[in-house]
C-alpha cells in the first residue's frame, strides 16, 4: 500500500441493473483519503448504497475500476476484502441469537485468533463504545435499547481492527437525542482510530455535522462534492436545496419556540 494512496478510489465506475435498463452509478470518479470522513447525501434510488456495496465487492462494477489502499478490488480475493473493512447498518445488523460478547467477537473468530485475544477485544470495544461491560457483555440485541444495538453494531465493525468503516444510514432509526450524542461518539471513535469512515445518510444536517466531506448524488450521478462551504458556491438547485433544508428547519424550530407553539393545529 503506497503511503499516498487514497483510501478508497472510484476510477469511471458504471453499475446497472435490470439488464442495463437502470443506471445506479453513472460514470462516477470519487475519492476518499485516508483518515478521512466521507458523507454521501441524496435520495433514494441515488446509488449511494450501490457505492459501498461495489466498494466491498457485494457486487461487481459494469465498467471502471475501484480500488482500496490503492489496489484494484478486482484482483482482490473478495472474502478477505470484506472482512477489513468495518460494516454499520442501519438496524445494526446483529445476529439475534448470539450475545453482545459474540457479536462483536464473530470476525475476529473468523479469522483465526484466539480466544484470550477475542475476550480481550471485545472488553476493549465495549468500553470504547461506552456501554457497562457488567450489564451488557451477555445480554442478547432484544434485551437492548436500539442506541445499545447501534453501539455493538458499531464495536462489532472495529472488532478486526478495520482501517475503513462502511455506515449505511447507521443513526436514521434511533430517537433524536440518542442519534445526536451516538453521531458525536462515533466521530470521536473516527479520529482517535484514524478511521476512513463513508457514511450514507438522508440527513443533510447530520452530513454537514459529523463529515469532513460531503458527496451529492442523484439519480447515479455524482452532483457535487467538497465541505459545505464549498457545495454552497455549487451552481445546481438540488444541492442548493440540499443545503438549505436545515437551515429552514432551524428557522422553522426557531420560530415555532418563539411563539410557544407547535407545528401541529390543535
Known amino acids: 500500500m503506497s503511503p499516498s494512496a487514497p483510501a478508497i478510489a472510484f476510477e469511471h465506475v458504471v453499475k446497472t441493473f435490470d439488464g442495463g435498463r437502470t443506471k445506479a452509478v453513472d460514470d462516477i470518479s470519487l475519492t476518499i483519503a485516508q483518515g478521512e470522513f466521507l458523507a454521501i447525501v441524496g435520495g433514494s434510488g441515488s446509488g449511494k448504497t450501490t457505492l459501498l456495496r461495489l466498494t466491498s465487492r457485494l457486487i461487481e462494477p459494469d465498467s471502471g475500476v475501484v480500488r482500496v489502499h490503492g489496489q484494484d478490488i478486482s484482483r482482490a480475493d473478495p472474502i478477505a ?51 457497562d461491560r457488567a450489564q451488557h457483555r451477555d445480554r442478547f440485541p432484544h434485551e437492548l435499547s436500539g442506541g445499545q444495538r447501534q453501539r455493538v453494531g458499531v464495536a462489532r465493525a472495529l472488532a478486526a481492527k478495520p482501517k475503513i468503516v462502511l455506515m449505511d444510514e447507521p443513526f436514521g432509526a434511533l430517537d433524536p437525542l440518542t442519534r445526536d450524542a451516538l453521531g458525536e461518539d462515533y466521530r470521536a471513535l473516527h479520529r482517535e482510530l484514524g478511521l476512513t469512515t463513508v457514511m450514507i445518510t438522508h440527513d443533510m444536517a447530520e452530513a454537514v455535522l459529523l463529515a469532513d466531506r460531503i458527496a451529492v448524488m442523484r439519480s447515479g450521478h455524482l452532483l457535487a462534492q467538497g465541505t459545505a462551504s464549498e457545495l454552497a458556491r455549487v451552481d445546481d438547485s438540488y444541492v442548493g436545496e440540499l443545503l438549505r433544508t436545515p437551515r429552514r428547519q432551524a428557522e422553522r424550530l426557531q420560530s415555532l419556540l418563539s411563539q410557544g407553539g407547535s407545528g401541529a393545529s390543535s
Open 81 to 131: 476484502l470484506r472482512r477489513s473493512i468495518g460494516y454499520v447498518f442501519q438496524s445494526g445488523g446483529l445476529f439475534p441469537h448470539m450475545s453482545v460478547a459474540q457479536n462483536i467477537g464473530v470476525t475476529p473468530r473468523l479469522l483465526g485468533e484466539p480466544e484470550a485475544n477475542i475476550s480481550a477485544r471485545v472488553d476493549e470495544l465495549i468500553n470504547l463504545v461506552r456501554l
